[in-house]
């Protein structure tokens, strides 16, 4: 079955405490991506990753680390979690479009985290 | 400005009605617009997706773009209770990065 994998799907942790959210497809997708979702604000992207070892800034990559040394997996750290962190998380990934379009993005099951 | 504001709801229908769901947006570069469903604790999926201006009919499910207002719209008809969700409108100027809405809640009361 094609699908994104997340892990853990709950986190309570403390702040400081360093920490890895990781995530995997199967799909051999090159793009991935992580998102945060908070009410009001909706989805908004952290960072995300175009192939392996190819990784990009996304609209609030403050205080997240990511890598891609595989194309499959694409784990998101955060060193130090702070309280506005607390969040419900997802990594996403896709296909890339070789006309330049934006090929549908399949969603992991979401990882919710609260940093106390 | 947010590039892309959404009504966030909550939207509670009777079985049986249609459904108008809304976004607007800034950036004239989006050519690519998407409605994805997320049922509760779950990823997003995705419902409809168009390019450019005009209409897009799927089953119960109609997306319209309309680029020169900016305005892209989601109609349910016949709603069921499983259409109870929320939905989000993102779009993209042709790369991978979406830019989404806020999301709206809907449900449907049988």
């Known amino acids: 079955e094609a699908q994104v994998t997340q892990n853990p799907r709950y986190l309570i942790t403390v702040t400081g405490k360093k920490l890895t959210v990781t995530c995997s497809q199967n799909?051999?997708?090159?793009?991935m991506s992580w998102y945060r979702q908070d009410p009001g604000l909706g989805l908004r992207q952290i960072y995300y990753?175009?192939?392996?070892?190819?990784?990009d800034k996304g609209d609030v990559p403050e205080g997240y680390k990511v890598s891609r040394k595989e194309k499959r997996n694409f784990p998101l750290i955060l060193e130090s979690p702070s309280p506005n962190q607390t969040s419900l998380y997802f990594c996403?990934?896709?296909?890339?479009?070789?006309?330049?379009?934006?090929?549908?993005?399949?969603f992991g099951p979401g990882t919710r985290l609260t940093v106390l | 400005q947010k590039e892309v504001e959404q009504d966030p709801g909550p939207l509670s229908v009777p079985e049986g009605a249609i459904v108008s769901l809304n976004c607007t947006y800034s950036?004239?570069?989006?050519?690519?617009f998407m409605w994805y469903r997320q049922y509760s604790r779950k990823g997003p999926e995705l419902l409809m997706y168009?390019?450019?201006?005009g209409n897009k009919e799927d089953g119960r499910f109609t997306a319209q773009v309309d680029k020169s207002s900016k305005y892209i719209s989601l109609f349910i008809r016949d709603s069921q209770p499983s259409d109870s969700a929320t939905y989000l409108c993102?779009?993209?100027?042709?790369?991978?990065?979406?830019?989404f809405g806020t999301g709206t809640r809907l449900t449907v009361i049988p």
């Open positions: 996403a990934s896709s296909s890339i479009s070789r006309s330049g379009g934006a090929n549908e993005q399949f």
């Open positions: 799909m051999n997708h090159e793009y």
């Open positions: 990753s175009m192939n392996v070892e190819v990784t």
């Open positions: 950036n004239s570069a989006f050519q690519y």
């Open positions: 168009t390019y450019s201006s």
């Open positions: 993102a779009m993209s100027a042709g790369a991978n990065n979406l830019f």
